[in-house]
């Protein structure tokens, strides 16, 4: 089975505060994706890498920012935390070369910016 | 740019009674669709997915999904729900030609009552 990790499920952080937020696939997976889901908003794509060290701007990428050193790695970063950062995160991956490949999701991350 | 639009936020249903989640997507070019769904507490997981091919597809668990591209929708079915369906569904679609990012509904959350 696939597995996508989440390293933190619950985070409180402070206004201003740097903030990583790590994932790891151990499937090989060429594709890593950060959401963030929100009530009544769905999920919305943040950052979207492809291979190592390459990235793209998903649809809300402000104040956000992403790194990928190793293929099964995907942290995310928030470079200032502001209160309207307050989400639910969840990394995923999926194998690349095909729009119809099954995305994969961890389990998500809920952060707190107070 | 596609989008799609679930218009029932909350779906509330007696256990054994049939439910019908709605989904419609806009896009100009040919799309792959998806339904995922996310417990309590969880990351997302796939339902299931139409590529080509028969316009119906089925899931493990019964539900069932129909592909009408006159209608631009992709309602989700199940003749019978139990308890255990309480979640929430994602309606996502993925455009063709690569990339792989999906992007999602606002979420239809199914409540199952005794």
């Known amino acids: 089975d696939v597995k996508v990790t989440q390293s933190s499920r619950y985070l409180v952080k402070r206004t201003g505060e740097k903030v990583f937020l790590e994932c790891v696939q151990d499937m090989d997976h060429e594709n890593m994706f950060w959401y963030r889901q929100d009530p009544g908003l769905g999920l919305r794509l943040i950052y979207f890498s492809y291979d190592v060290k390459m990235k793209e701007k998903g649809d809300i990428p402000e104040g956000y920012s992403v790194s990928r050193e190793k293929k099964e790695r995907f942290s995310l970063i928030l470079e200032s935390a502001s209160t309207n950062q307050t989400s639910m995160y969840l990394c995923a991956s999926s194998r690349s070369g095909f729009s119809g490949n099954t995305i994969y999701f961890g389990e998500g991350s809920w952060l707190t910016v107070v | ?114």
């Open chain 2, 1 to 114: 740019a596609q989008s799609v639009t679930q218009l029932d936020s909350q779906v509330p249903v007696f256990e054994e009674a049939p439910v019908e989640l709605r989904c419609n997507y806009s896009s100009s070019v040919s799309v792959y669709l998806f339904w995922y769904v996310q417990y309590p507490n969880q990351g997302l997981q796939l339902l299931l997915k139409y590529l080509s091919g028969s316009t119906l597809v089925e899931s493990i668990n019964g539900f069932e999904a129909e592909f009408n591209k006159s209608q631009t929708s992709f309602h989700l079915r199940k003749p019978s729900v139990h308890i255990s369906d309480t979640a929430e569904y994602f309606c996502a679609v993925s455009l063709g030609g690569g990339g792989n990012k999906l992007t999602f509904g606002t979420g239809t959350q199914l409540k199952v009552e005794l």
